[in-house]
């Protein structure tokens, strides 16, 4: 089992920046990806970015890339979310997830989530 925990959401205006952490426990993750989804009202929920744990290689939807960035700590089990220069549209609730799949872009390739955090940006 591995256990998620998301922080960092809030209410922020347009153009300001916020970090999202993610804590694990559990299960190790040095063979596995950790990606990042978001999902706004009314929509489906959609893949922003993921890193490979081991080797830290990230990947980015093209909605977000050169705005946010993801990285991790392996000490801290954590994985984070910068993200810059907000818009509105951003606004989401923004969910963390675990894949044993290698550059795993697909809701279905995550196999353990957490609860979400919200993020609204004001214009």
């Not at 960092?8 to 989804?37: E, H, I, K, N, P």
Request: proline share 2%.
């Amino acid at each position: 089992q591995v256990q998620l925990v998301e922080s960092g959401g809030g209410l922020v205006q347009a153009g300001d920046s916020l970090r999202l952490s993610c804590a694990a426990s559990g299960r190790t993750l040095s063979s596995y990806a950790m990606g990042w989804f978001r999902q706004a009202p009314g929509k489906e929920r959609e893949f922003v970015a993921a890193v490979r744990w081991g080797i830290g290689m990230t990947y980015y939807a093209d909605s977000v890339r050169g705005r946010f960035t993801i990285s991790r700590d392996i000490a801290k089990n954590t994985v984070y979310l910068q993200l810059t220069s907000l818009k509105p549209e951003d606004t989401a609730v923004y969910y963390c997830a675990r894949s044993s799949i290698s550059w795993a872009r697909q809701e279905s390739e995550y196999d353990y989530w957490g609860q979400g955090t919200q993020v609204t940006v004001s214009s």
